[in-house]
């Protein structure tokens, strides 16, 4: 059985950072890929980034390079993104997913996802 509970987030204020981690119970799922996610209210799910098993690939949309960073923990089975230098349009529910095959920006290409976390970004 798969499973991926993701923490922190929460509110925080432009310019500021925040990391949000999920942890994956991945059971005879094997490897995978980690992808991160977000979904603004009116909006559809947009790519955020992704990492590779290995940790060697990872990819990032062009609204967050430079400012994002993906990463995990294999002993922890916890994967992270640093979320910085935000601005009001980062504020969404983030999501993370895993899926076999390294990443893909389509959603519906990750069968496994976590519960959601809100990140609020206000001046």
């Known amino acids: 059985q798969v499973a991926l509970v993701q923490s922190g987030g929460g509110s925080v204020q432009v310019g500021n950072s925040v990391m949000l981690e999920c942890l994956v119970s991945?059971?005879?799922?094997?490897?995978?890929?980690m992808g991160w996610f977000r979904q603004s209210p009116g909006k559809e799910r947009e790519f955020v980034a992704a990492i590779s098993w290995t940790g060697e690939r990872t990819a990032y949309a062009d609204s967050v390079e430079g400012r994002f960073t993906v990463s995990k923990d294999h002993a922890k089975k916890t994967g992270y993104l640093q979320m910085g230098t935000l601005t009001p349009e980062d504020t969404a529910i983030y999501y993370c997913a895993i899926r076999k095959d390294y990443y893909s920006k389509r959603s519906q290409m990750w069968p496994y996802w976590g519960q959601g976390t809100q990140v609020t970004v206000s001046s």
């Open positions: 991945a059971g005879t799922f094997g490897t995978y890929a």
